[in-house]
C-alpha cells in the first residue's frame, strides 16, 4: 500500500462488459482509500459505478466482469491485494463476511426468507468462527441485542417476513458484524425506508462505527445521509471520479460543476423550517389553503379499512388489523394534497381504499367526474366502477415491477384504453406515441421492452400509462423514492408542468418530508391508520402541531453537514441530560 496508515486501498480500477458490438466501461480507472474509523460516503447517480466499486472490493462482480486496476485490503494477516485472488478462493471466503461485511439495498431479497433469522447469523459465525452451537446462539442473541432488536432469543426464531423494513435492515446489519469485521460496506441501505427508520438505522452504524473503529464505505445518492454520517466523500460519474474531499469541501466549496449540479438538484425544506430549535416553535393549528371553498373533486370522510387477522372455529373475525381508522380529507382541483408517514402507517391502503382496488369497510369516498357530478365510488361496482377508473389513475413506485416486462411500451401504455372497451389500434397507437413525447421520451421508443430503459425512463413510461385515459385525477404513490436526486428533479418538474398543462389533480404519497415541501399544496400525516394532523404546506412546516409530526420533521437528513454537526451534538447533550 501506498499509504500503510489506509484500511483499503483502490488505485485506478476499471470494470468492463464485453456486449456483442462493443465494449461497456462501467468504470474508467477510479481511485478511492478508506483509514481505519472513517466514513467515505460514495454519491452518485444511478449507473455511476458505486456498487460495481463495493464488488470489486469483495470481487463479487459478474463472472462477464474484465477487471484491471487494484483493491488492497489491510486484513488481520497482512495485505491482501483482492483482484489477484480467486472469486471463490479460501482467501476470499475468510475475507468476505469474517474482515469484510455488507449491508444491502433491499434487505427482503438479500436474507433467505425459508431460514429463521437466527439460523442465518449462526451461519455466517459458522464459517467464520469454531465456536459451538450454544456459543452461537449467545452470540447471534448479542448481536439482535446490539443492533437494538426487542426480545433479541425471540427475535432468532422469526423469519424475515414476520419484520419490518426496519428490523430487517438491523437484522442484516446484525449479520455484516457478527465476526467484527475491520471494514463495512454499505450499498444504499436506507433508500426504501423512511425518515424515522433511517434516522435510526443512520445513528446505528454510526454508534456501530465508532464503538469498533470500522472503516465504512457508505454509498448512496442522499446528500443529506452523507452530510449527517460522512467524514470524506467521493462523488461518480458515469465509471470516473468527478471529485475527492472532506464533507465541508464537497458540500462548501465543490469544484466539479456536475457535484455542483447535484447540490442544486437537492430537495430541501424551508428555510421556516429549518431552526435548531424547531421543537421549541409554539404549536398553532395549520390550516387549509384559501382554496377551502372552491372546486371539491375528491372528499374522504371517515374512511376505515380493516384488515381480519384472526378468526375462531366458526369463521367469525375475533381480531383485525385497523389499517384506516377514520380518515378524513378534502382534495381541490388542480391541487396537490400529500399524504406522509411512517410505513405502515396507512398510506398506501388510503390510496388503495379511495380507487377501489380494496372495498372499504367504512366510510365514504365522494369523487367528481370530469363532467361535473359526484359519485360515491364505495357504491359502485361493474362496469360503472371500471369506467369511473378512466377518471382515476395511479403511478407506482417501482416501475419496474409494475409494468409487465413480455410488453413492448405501445401495449403498456395502450392497456388501460383497452380495458375501457378501445378497439381502434390506430387511435392506441397514435395516442401512446403522443404521450411518449408529452412525457419526454421519442415516439419511435413504441416497439422496445422495459428492459431497454432506465428508471427514470420507465418511471415516464408509467406516467404516460397514467394519463393515457385523460384521467382529472392521480394517485402518485412514492413514485420518486427510488430515483436518484437528478432524475427525481426531472419527474417532479414533468408531473409540475403535466399538472399545469392537464389540469391534475393529485394524491402524493411519499415519506420524504424534504421533497413534499417543494410539490404539495396541502399535507396530511398519518400514523397507525390515523390521520393525526392535516393543513397546508406553510403552516405545517412552519407550526407542526402534533408531536409525532415534530418528530418527521426532525428525522429528516439535513444536506447541511455543519447543521448536521450542531444538531447532533444538541441530541447527545439532551441524551446525557435526560
Known amino acids: 500500500m ?58 463479487l462482480m459478474p463472472r462477464t ?35 469484510i461485511g455488507m449491508i444491502f439495498q433491499e434487505p427482503m431479497t438479500a436474507l433467505s426468507p425459508v431460514h429463521s433469522i437466527g439460523q442465518q447469523v449462526m451461519k455466517t459465525l459458522t464459517l467464520h468462527t469454531d465456536q459451538r452451537k450454544k456459543a452461537l446462539e449467545d452470540r447471534a442473541a448479542e448481536l439482535m441485542d446490539l443492533v437494538q432488536l426487542p426480545d433479541p432469543r425471540g427475535m432468532l426464531k422469526k423469519y424475515p417476513h414476520q419484520l419490518s423494513g426496519g428490523m430487517r435492515q438491523r437484522a442484516m446489519i446484525a449479520m455484516a458484524l457478527s465476526c467484527n469485521p475491520s471494514l463495512l460496506l454499505a450499498d444504499e441501505p436506507t433508500t426504501a425506508l423512511d425518515v424515522t427508520t433511517e434516522a435510526q438505522i443512520l445513528n446505528l452504524i454510526r454508534g456501530l462505527q465508532e464503538q469498533f473503529n470500522m472503516g465504512v ?81 375528491l372528499k374522504v370522510e371517515n374512511l376505515k379499512m380493516y384488515f381480519p387477522t384472526q378468526k375462531d372455529w366458526r369463521g367469525r373475525v375475533t381480531e ?45 369516498v365522494s369523487f367528481q367526474a370530469p363532467d361535473g ?18 377518471h382515476m389513475q395511479m403511478v407506482f413506485q417501482d416501475p419496474y415491477s409494475s409494468l409487465n416486462p413480455r410488453m ?5 401504455i395502450g392497456e388501460p384504453m383497452v380495458n375501457q372497451g378501445e378497439t381502434n389500434q390506430k387511435l392506441i397507437r397514435e395516442k401512446a406515441a403522443a404521450l411518449l413525447h408529452q412525457v419526454g421520451l421519442k415516439p419511435d421508443m413504441l416497439s422496445r421492452y422495459p428492459h431497454a430503459f432506465s428508471g427514470g425512463q420507465r418511471q415516464r413510461i408509467g406516467i404516460a400509462r397514467a394519463l393515457v385515459t385523460n384521467p382529472s385525477f392521480v394517485v402518485l404513490d412514492e413514485s420518486v423514492s427510488a430515483l436518484d436526486v437528478s432524475i427525481a428533479a426531472q419527474t417532479i418538474d414533468l408531473l409540475r ?40 404546506t406553510v403552516s405545517f412546516f412552519a407550526n407542526p402541531r402534533e408531536a409525532y409530526s415534530r418528530r418527521l420533521l426532525n428525522a429528516v437528513p439535513i444536506p447541511d453537514p455543519r447543521r448536521a454537526r450542531r444538531l447532533q451534538a444538541r441530541r447527545e447533550k439532551e441524551a446525557l441530560s435526560a
Do not use: W
Open 497 to 536: 408542468e403535466l399538472q399545469e398543462t392537464l389540469k391534475l389533480t393529485y394524491l402524493f404519497i411519499t415519506h420524504d418530508l424534504s421533497m413534499i415541501a417543494n410539490f404539495a399544496d396541502n399535507i396530511g400525516v398519518m400514523q397507525k391508520g390515523k390521520l393525526v394532523e392535516a393543513g397546508d
Open 217 to 297: 464505505m457508505f454509498i448512496t445518492h442522499n446528500f443529506g445521509v452523507v452530510a449527517e454520517l460522512a467524514d470524506r466523500v467521493t462523488v461518480m460519474n458515469h465509471g470516473i471520479v468527478e471529485e475527492t474531499g472532506t464533507i465541508d469541501e464537497i458540500f462548501y466549496e465543490p469544484k466539479a460543476a456536475y457535484t455542483q449540479k447535484l447540490l442544486s438538484l437537492i430537495p430541501r425544506l424551508p428555510e421556516y423550517a429549518m431552526a435548531d430549535n424547531v421543537e421549541a416553535i409554539p404549536a398553532q393549528p395549520a390550516a387549509f389553503s384559501k382554496k377551502a371553498d372552491e372546486d371539491v373533486v
Open 2 to 59: 501506498r499509504n500503510p496508515e489506509n484500511l483499503l486501498e483502490i488505485e485506478n480500477l476499471k470494470v468492463s462488459f464485453q456486449m456483442r458490438n462493443f465494449t461497456l466501461d462501467a468504470v474508467k480507472g477510479i481511485d478511492l482509500s478508506i483509514k481505519p474509523g472513517e466514513v467515505v460516503g460514495v454519491v452518485g447517480e444511478s449507473g455511476s459505478g458505486k456498487s460495481l466499486t463495493a464488488r470489486a472490493i469483495l470481487n
Open 65 to 99: 466482469a474484465q477487471t484491471a486496476g487494484s483493491v488492497k485490503f489491510k486484513g488481520r494477516d497482512g495485505v491482501v491485494s483482492v483482484l489477484d485472488h480467486g472469486r471463490e478462493s479460501r482467501t476470499m471466503r475468510e475475507l468476505r463476511g469474517g474482515q
Open 320 to 364: 383485525q388489523l385497523k389499517a384506516v381508522d377514520d380518515v378524513s380529507f378534502t382534495i381541490r382541483r388542480g391541487e396537490t394534497f400529500g399524504l406522509v408517514g411512517e410505513s405502515g402507517s396507512g398510506k398506501s391502503t388510503v390510496a388503495r381504499a379511495i380507487l377501489r382496488a380494496y372495498q372499504p369497510t367504512a366510510g365514504t
Open 373 to 390: 357530478n359526484f359519485h360515491e365510488l364505495t357504491e359502485l361496482q361493474g362496469d360503472r366502477l371500471r369506467r369511473m377508473r378512466a
Open 408 to 412: 413492448t411500451v405501445e401495449q403498456l
